[in-house]
Each structure stands twice: as C-alpha cells, then as structure tokens.
C-alpha cells in the first residue's frame, strides 16, 4: 500500500504543494521508511523468541496505526517525515515476521507457495490505491490525500481483529516446551486432526530433533557467523535482502510517476494510468512468479530474472537517452514504458517473492528470528541510500543511471549463480542438513 500511496501521491498537486517538495524531499520521504526498519531491527528477535510470531505481528500492527494517524494529521513535512519513520519501524517487524510465520505453519508441500503467496498481496493493494488516487488526484481539498493516508491503517486493524483466533507457529511452541500444543496445531493443519499420523509424528521428532541439537550448539548472537555453514547462510540471507534492495525493483515501484515524468510526459492523469497498467501488470505477474517458484524452485527463477534486469536496464539507458535526445518523439517515452513493464516481470517472478522468503529458509532455527531481521536491517541500509538517492541521480546524470544499475546487476548475477543454493521439496530441517552436511 504504502508504495503505491506516496508514489502516486507525487502526482497530486495539492499534496505536492502542501509540502513543497523537491527531488531531495522526495527521496528522502521513501527513504525514512528504510531508516525506520533499520532502527526497528534490534527489537524483532527478542520479541518473536521471548513472545512468539502472532505478538510481533500485533506489535507491528499497532506501530502502523500509529505512524498512519500522525501521517495524515501531518501540517508540516518534519511530521510527515517522523510518521515514515514509525511506519518503517513497524514495516521490519511484520516484513520479518509474516514469512516466517507462514512458513513455519505450512507443510513442506506447500510451504513455498504459502509463503510466496503472502506477497502477491503487495501489487495488487498498490494497483487500488492508485485507482482511488486517479479519483482524487484533480480534487483540490487536503482531505483527499490524507483520506488515502488514513485507509492504510485498515489491514493493521483487521489484523489485531483476526490474530486471536490464528495458531501460533508449532516451532516457536516445541521451542517454548509447549509440545501438546504445538502437536495438535500440526496435526489440525497438516494431517485432519490426527495427531498419531505418521507424517505428525515424523514432523515433531524432526523440528524437536533440531532445536535439541541447535540448543547444544547456541551460541546466541555468534550463531549468526559461527561455525562456518552458519555463516554461509546468514550471508546469503544478508545479500539476498541487499542485491533486492539495489536491484532496481524498488526504485521503480516508489518513483515510476517520476521517472516516467523524466520521460517527458507530463500529463498527471497520463502518468497515474500508466501506473495503474503497470501495477495491474505487476500484479498478475506476482501470481504467476508463486506458481513458477513453487514448479521449478528459487534458485532458477533468481538468475533468469537478474539476467534479465541486465539486459532491460540497458536498453531502458538507451531508450531514455533517445527520448532527451528527440523530445517530440513520443515513440522512445512508449517504448521505455514497456521496458519498464518487462522490467517488473523479471522481478515479479523472483526477487520480489523471494527475497523475503528465501532468507527464512536457508537459515536454522536458532538463526531465524535474529538472521532475517539483521539481514533484512542490512538491506534496509543500502535501501536508504539507494532511494534517496535515485530522484537526484536521475535529475542529475538521467539515462546514465540505469547504466549504472544494469552494470552492479551483473556482479549480482554471478553471486547468485556461485553462491545460491536451491531449497525446492526440502522441510526447513532438510535444508539444514544441506549447509551441515
């Protein structure tokens, strides 16, 4: 939701206005958000390992009710500034939270899917609310843009609503010595209620297997780096969240009015229903990624969608250099809005989905509430600079900064396809004994 807000909400005037932004205010507006998940990193693995999955999620819910209220009571742009702060702190703890939730609860049949299909959720909440700000982007009254600022608080307060009847995560419960409970959560989920069926059985004496074992073995936070297959998955963990924050995939989701303005189309109007395509487009593309990961796995679907991203932005460099070049030819500007619909392919069919669900995978148990969070806080770091970075750079040096993205986008290819390893049809404790050995 957030994305598809204060991306669109660049093209409404009152709001631009009432602010007087420039290209630095813009970036530094998306970019808070990156800083708030930073600071917000600390506090996640302490709270979903002391209090459990479901009340770090009402945790986070709440933190976004209260960023979202001073958000739209905004007056000045240091208070609009502050709001994306909290909500970044509080988009860290359900980010982190909400996949490993899933994942744990899921049999490994379905695990990926599940998963993957949490964040299907993401482009399809962007494409209506740049439908309702298309409605409202000519309407002259302040009460239009913080009204949209406002609906963000709803799926936070649905949640708080729904938490109380949803099951804890079995691991976190056979982790707590509450193994009845988890059991039957297991049993319900996985095999009708019957808690002696063998697959029951054999997922309880695996999970309780593991955390003995990880319990043996704890060395707290030095888990992270020690021995050395532990740290060979928190750094996949830690590039996989920075690679899908430089990779481009963000920066045009928060700034395609704006680039698309760079462009030389200069129509609001135009430029939100571009947007909305590309979105609608982005979100049917998200639906067919869950189905091709769960075929055909993680590691597949990662090169070939940063392999593409090499060879898109090169030609969006080009296309873009043209459209300066020749700015009454509105051929280059169309082209490089199909460029950038193929661009969200690539990405909506790996990164996009995988970068938050990967991480949880390769990483064990005793590493899991601490290695997404880090990683995700590290991610969040070149985010920050990444994003406040991109209006200016595009203002500054334009076409020449896609050919930047497009070259770091081939170092990332070959870290992938050295490094990464594929979980596809593994249970968690499986991928464990991949890295172990």
């Given amino acids: 939701y957030d994305a598809g807000m204060i991306n669109n909400l660049n093209a409404v005037q009152p709001y631009f206005e009432h602010f007087n932004l ?19 990193s600390p506090v996640v693995g302490p709270i979903v390992d002391r209090w459990g999955r479901k009340t770090g999620l009402a ?11 001073l958000q739209a009571s905004a007056g000045k742009i240091a208070q609009l500034i502050v709001s994306r702060f909290i909500i970044g702190f509080a988009t860290i703890i359900n980010g982190s939270i909400a996949p490993m939730w899933v994942m744990e609860l899921a049999s490994p049949k379905y695990r990926s899917m599940l998963s993957s299909s949490v964040l299907v959720s993401v482009p399809f909440t962007s494409f209506l609310v740049t439908c309702i700000i298309l409605g409202i982007y000519d309407k002259q009254s302040n009460w239009a843009w913080r009204g949209i600022m406002l609906v963000k608080a709803v799926p936070s307060i649905i949640s708080l609503c729904l938490l109380p009847f949803v099951d804890e995560s079995p691991r976190w419960l056979f982790y ?4 009845e409970e988890a059991t039957n959560i ?45 740290l060979k998955r928190f750094g996949i963990a830690v590039l996989m969240n920075i690679f899908y ?25 135009i430029v939100i229903l571009i947007n909305i395509g590309l979105l609608l487009w982005k979100a049917f593309c998200s639906v067919g990624g869950v189905f091709l990961i769960d075929r055909i796995g993680a590691r597949k679907p990662l090169i070939a969608g940063t392999s593409a991203t090499v ?33 969200l392919l690539a990405v909506s069919t790996s990164w996009m989905i995988l970068a938050y669900t990967y991480p949880p995978e390769v990483l064990r148990y005793s590493q899991r509430a601490k290695g997404v969070v880090v990683a995700q806080a590290i991610g969040y770091a070149f985010s920050f600079l ?8 595009l203002d500054k040096i334009g076409w020449k900064f896609y050919a930047i993205n497009g070259s ?29 050995g």
């Fill in 22 to 40: 420039d290209s630095d205010l813009i970036g530094l507006n998306v970019a808070i958000v990156s800083a708030g998940c930073i600071f917000g």
């Fill in 59 to 69: 945790m986070g819910s709440v933190c976004i009710i209260l960023g979202v209220v």
């Fill in 176 to 179: 707590k010595g509450r193994g």
């Fill in 186 to 230: 297991l049993a319900r989920l996985h095999a009708d209620g019957d808690v002696e069926h063998p697959i029951i059985v054999a997922e309880s004496q695996e999970i309780l297997g593991a955390l003995e074992h990880e319990k043996e073995n704890d060395g707290g936070w030095k888990d992270l780096v020690s021995p050395a297959p532990n």
């Fill in 245 to 269: 924050q430089i990779l481009g995939g963000n920066m045009i989701l928060y700034f395609s009015s704006f680039l698309i303005g760079k462009l030389g189309i200069e129509s609001r109007r």
């Fill in 311 to 343: 060879a898109l932005f090169g030609l969006l460099s080009g296309l873009s250099y043209l459209s300066d070049e020749h700015p009454d030819e509105t051929g280059y500007a169309i082209g490089a809005v199909v460029v950038v619909g193929l661009f």
């Fill in 386 to 393: 990444n994003l406040y970075t991109a209006p200016l750079a």
């Fill in 408 to 436: 770091w986008n081939l170092g990332i290819l070959i870290v992938v396809y050295g490094l990464f390893v594929e979980t596809k049809g593994r249970t968690l404790e499986e991928i464990d004994e991949l890295f172990d």
